[in-house]
């Protein structure tokens, strides 16, 4: 063998030895599996029993039940139990820093009691967590799982040591863990500037942190498959904003190219962070008067890094949009100019700033610098994380929250047993309950969501009328699909949604309704008979069952499940599980108590909702579909938005329901779906009956029908009265014009209206129904109306203090965003940008705080 040809397979044999060295580097363990598995994002993860370095002291367990929110079946339904002091180890780089992730789902393992798991967790010589209890921790935080991220520093032995140890402070207690991942990562952490002393910094080299938050701001969900290879998980910033300043989100344009300086490598943080922002809204003297804000819980008395993601996707000049940042009321930066930091248009730049938060909050703020005169009074964020630093001692672990009065109270009521009865009324509805998919202690709200959907053989929606305005020549209810012998509707539903979604047997769903009996039938819907029932001993559920013969089958199963199993959010319905046996098609969702909207308006036995009830509702709808259309992965057209679709549960909270008929949105590259028309008559969007081609904007149209009908309280289509009258939006936008819109308001609410609030809800309405939908305003911006004419019921002076601050001055736009129209003018209905999603009950004073308070936190 030559000199060239050993040195040749020398390095061969070398890359192959640093190859497998660097993949023993990473460790992703499903605990307790024998066989490990893939998760939902397609990621492999494997058993965990060799890297234990005793399993005298651990079991194997599978979790009793399947909460309906977990994001996979892998890792959560099997767990690692430890009874006393634990320890894993491995084999890694002893010059990288390595993320540990602890996933913990805190169900019944076997016959142990979850409320006695109190436990340590200590790697790298870092105290993670301390006396940890992972069921009081997911209850207070209204999680069904929980997910801890850590940053350990290298290892100079080569080797790293995880060790679970149970408490000593409590009898009986134990251990346990789901998910461990091991993952090398490059030292992405610098020193940072120490807010509020000048010309200090604050150096995370030799400090193991904890992640907090990860969000993607403006932007949607990234899984840890998409980032850019430090598998982190981005989380949608909007749950955090404070008050009523929403502001707007944007995204680069087709030809907008993210290039990263040379000085900044791409792992910071993927591209897809950097191609959405937030920005504060078009109107710049609004802009003045506030500040875009969010706030997050965290553990006191430590050392936080705040990272600031920032990437200028549409201006192009130093002293165009400049703003400060103020950290916990103290200003961490005077005249942050992206374009002046990074040096030109799509080149993303990020900066760290430390503070110590001595309690429980951690306020961020922007607002324009009005000082130095900019050209523009606007503020931009495309991502934001924040960290937890260990103190002197190495200790990260913070204190176990303490769940609310009020939930522990909810808890108790949802647990006593519910016994169906013939007694109870029959107008009960369908909801879903989704825990947030969230992690590194995000607080995302327990979502209750409810479903019910009723049919008569003589209701006008049904299209049953011999004539129909606009709509003559086709009637467009959903495609006839039986089932004929075995249904093979489960065999055709995604991997993920299979694992996001509970099976229930046939067995389990006879026996919560009585082998359905007549007695619980609570509803009819297009898809079958809907039943209240009780499953897992004593939670309240109902159930729609298929009808064989139902114009819905097979393909609005599947999609209800697709869609569903993978959506989650306050105002949407949440499914919980599905049966497919013996030719069964049933769906599962919670039980909820006020029935559907229209239930409220007419054709039920309700009391008639107050006027600022009902703007509420519709408030909560519109927050629903607003994220559908921009804050899920893709865009996703409901296709039929009525009052019976939309529902209320105990706490009159709305729900968009029934997904059946729902499609995926047109990708960048088209302006629409051509698909064939589907939906309700009286609600159909007029272009889109015409031309086959589906937008979001057909289900705004929708929408301001629905309007309309909370407004009079009267049915979309009614057959039996004058042909002009037939139609609710006909009939409404004539009066509009002719200035009589007062004739067809609800007597029950007809003088309970401010004249203003009535203006704005009625010109909202008015622009949803315009005929071509260019014409329309964007969700988000129907959204903001709304929050406005509510403003301007219960505080007319306050929303009035706004309006004459700016709110109908539109300045340039320039966002270009999901807010806006194809062309880029601005359709927000007197010119105010979007809301948050705060709750619908906001006390005006807080809601409008934002706008008033010019100061910095």
Request: hydrophobic share 35%; aromatic share 10%; net charge neutral.
């Amino acid at each position: 063998m030559n000199t060239n040809t050993h040195f040749l397979f020398s390095l061969i044999f070398f890359s192959f030895i640093y190859k497998a060295k660097s993949d023993l580097d990473s460790f992703i363990l499903n605990c307790g599996s024998k066989s490990g598995g893939t998760d939902g994002d397609g990621r492999k993860w494997e058993p965990d029993s060799k890297y234990l370095t005793s399993s005298e002291n651990s079991i194997p367990a599978k979790a009793d039940y399947q909460d309906p929110s977990l994001p996979s079946i892998v890792p959560y339904m099997s767990a690692r139990i430890f009874s006393s002091e634990s320890t894993y180890k491995f084999s890694i780089s002893s010059k990288k820093r390595h993320w540990v992730r602890l996933h913990f789902y805190p169900s019944s393992y076997s016959t142990l009691n979850p409320t006695d798991a109190y436990f340590s967790v200590v790697a790298g010589g870092a105290t993670l967590v301390s006396n940890f209890s992972a069921p009081i921790t997911a209850q207070a935080l209204t999680q069904a799982y929980i997910v801890r991220e850590f940053s350990i520093t290298p290892s100079n032995t080569g080797n790293l040591k995880i060790t679970f140890k149970p408490s000593d402070k409590h009898k009986g207690s134990y251990a346990f863990v789901n998910g461990v991942e091991v993952i090398p990562m490059s030292d992405v952490f610098e020193p940072a500037t120490l807010v509020g002393f000048s010309n200090q910094f604050v150096d995370a080299e030799s400090s193991s942190l904890q992640t907090m938050y990860r969000l993607n701001v403006g932007g949607q969900y990234i899984p840890a498959n998409n980032d850019s290879s430090l598998s982190r998980s981005w989380y949608d910033d909007s749950p955090y904003l404070y008050g009523a300043a929403f502001g707007v989100t944007s995204e680069a344009e087709k030809n907008v190219r993210i290039l990263y300086p040379s000085d900044m490598p791409d792992y910071i943080a993927p591209v897809d962070v950097y191609s959405t922002l937030r920005s504060m809204g078009p109107d710049l003297k609004l802009n003045q008067n506030y500040n875009l804000t969010w706030l997050f819980q965290v553990d006191g008395n430590f050392m936080y890094i705040v990272r600031f993601h920032f990437c200028e996707l549409h201006l192009t000049k130093i002293n165009q949009r400049v703003f400060d940042i103020y950290l916990n009321n103290q200003t961490a930066q005077r005249n942050a100019d992206v374009i002046a930091w990074s040096g030109s248009k799509a080149v993303p730049v990020y900066k760290d700033y430390a503070i110590y938060v001595s309690d429980k909050q951690l306020w961020v703020a922007l607002h324009p610098s009005t000082s130095i005169k900019p050209e523009f009074y606007d503020a931009i964020l495309n991502g934001l994380e924040i960290f937890k630093l260990n103190d002197t001692a190495g200790n990260l672990a913070g204190p176990n929250p303490v769940p609310s009065a009020m939930l522990l109270k909810a808890e108790s009521e949802k647990m006593r047993t519910f016994a169906p009865s013939k007694s109870e009324s029959h107008a009960g509805v369908i909801g879903g309950a989704a825990g947030g998919a969230a992690a590194f202690s995000i607080v995302v709200a327990l979502c209750i969501a409810v479903y019910h959907r009723k049919k008569k053989v003589l209701d006008p929606e049904s299209g049953s009328s011999s004539w129909l305005p606009l709509f003559t020549s086709s009637h467009t209810t959903a495609s006839k699909s039986t089932i004929s012998g075995k249904s093979t509707a489960s065999s055709q539903l995604s991997s993920m949604a299979a694992n996001l979604c509970r099976h229930f047997s046939l067995a389990e769903i006879k026996n919560g309704t009585r082998n359905f009996d007549e007695s619980q039938v609570i509803g009819v819907g297009g898809f079958g008979k809907v039943y209240k029932g009780v499953v897992d001993g004593g939670t309240k559920v109902a159930i729609k069952r298929s009808n064989p013969s139902s114009e819905q089958g097979v393909h609005e199963f599947q999609t209800e499940i697709e869609m569903l199993s993978k959506l989650r959010h306050r105002h949407l319905v949440s499914l919980i599980g599905y049966c497919e046996e013996n030719e069964e098609m049933i769906l599962v969702y919670d039980y909820m108590a006020f029935g559907t909207l229209r239930e409220h308006l007419y054709k039920g036995n309700r009391s008639p909702l107050s006027w600022k009830q009902r703007l509420e509702i519709c408030i909560g709808a519109a927050r629903g579909l607003h994220y559908l259309h921009t804050g899920a992965k893709y865009t996703i057209i409901h296709r039929d938005v009525k009052t019976t679709n939309i529902l209320l549960d105990e706490n009159w909270v709305a729900k968009v329901s029934d997904f059946g008929l729902s499609k995926t949105g047109p990708n960048l590259n088209q302006t629409h779906v051509s698909t064939v028309v589907k939906g309700s008559f009286g609600y159909l969007d007029p272009e889109y009956f015409r031309r086959q081609q589906l937008t979001e904007k057909s289900d705004v149209y929708s929408f301001g029908v629905v309007l309309f009908e909370v407004l009079s309280a009267r049915s979309a289509l009614n057959p039996s009265l004058p042909k002009e009258q037939v139609s609710l939006a006909d009939l409404a936008l004539n009066c509009q014009r002719k200035g009589i819109l007062e004739d067809i308001i609800d007597p029950h609410i007809k003088g309970n209206i401010n004249q203003k609030c009535l203006k704005k809800f009625a010109d909202t309405a008015e622009k949803c129904l315009s005929d071509q939908g260019v014409e329309r305003p964007m969700m988000g911006d129907v959204l903001w109306n709304l929050e406005f004419a509510l403003q301007l019921q219960v505080n007319p002076d306050g929303a009035n203090l706004v309006a004459e601050g700016g709110a109908n001055n539109v300045s340039e736009d320039l966002s270009h965003g999901n807010n806006m129209s194809a062309n880029g003018t601005n359709l927000s209905i007197g010119g105010e940008s979007s809301v948050s999603e705060e709750s619908n009950s906001l006390n005006t004073s807080v809601v409008f705080s934002q706008f008033i308070d010019s100061n910095g936190r």
